[in-house]
């Protein structure tokens, strides 16, 4: 099974930053994907950012320039810095991994979710 623990939402100014982390459990596959998708109330499931096992990222055009996700294998952590926060970025951020063998087969997991709030 694969556990991923989320910290670091909570409530912050427009302009401010926040840290996430999500903490995971299991081996490193062929291909193994971080990342972070977030949900507003009343829409749907989006993509974030992704990073790979070898560092490649990928960011929504909504966050390019504002944020950065990184992992750290040796503590099997990911983490999204999420500076110059608008309102828009209200949601459930949700830290998910997606991992492929050999055959390029695939599973994804998800975390709990943590809610960050951007208002004044």
């Known amino acids: 099974q694969v556990q991923l623990v989320e910290s670091g939402g909570g409530l912050v100014q427009p302009g401010g930053s926040l840290r996430l982390s999500c903490a995971a459990s299991?081996?490193?596959?062929?291909?193994?994907?971080m990342g972070w998708h977030r949900q507003a109330p009343g829409k749907q499931r989006e993509l974030v950012a992704t990073?790979?096992?070898?560092?490649?990222?990928n960011y929504a055009d909504s966050v390019k320039g504002r944020f950065t996700i990184s992992r750290d294998d040796a503590k099997n952590t990911v983490y999204l810095q999420m500076n110059s926060l608008k309102r828009g970025g209200t949601a459930v951020y949700y830290c998910?991994?997606?991992?492929?063998?050999?055959?390029?087969?695939?599973?994804?997991?998800w975390g709990q979710g943590t809610q960050v709030t951007v208002s004044s």
């Open positions: 990073i790979t096992n070898v560092g490649s990222t």
């Open positions: 299991g081996s490193i596959f062929v291909l193994d994907v």
């Open positions: 998910n991994r997606d991992q492929y063998d050999s055959s390029w087969q695939w599973h994804r997991y």
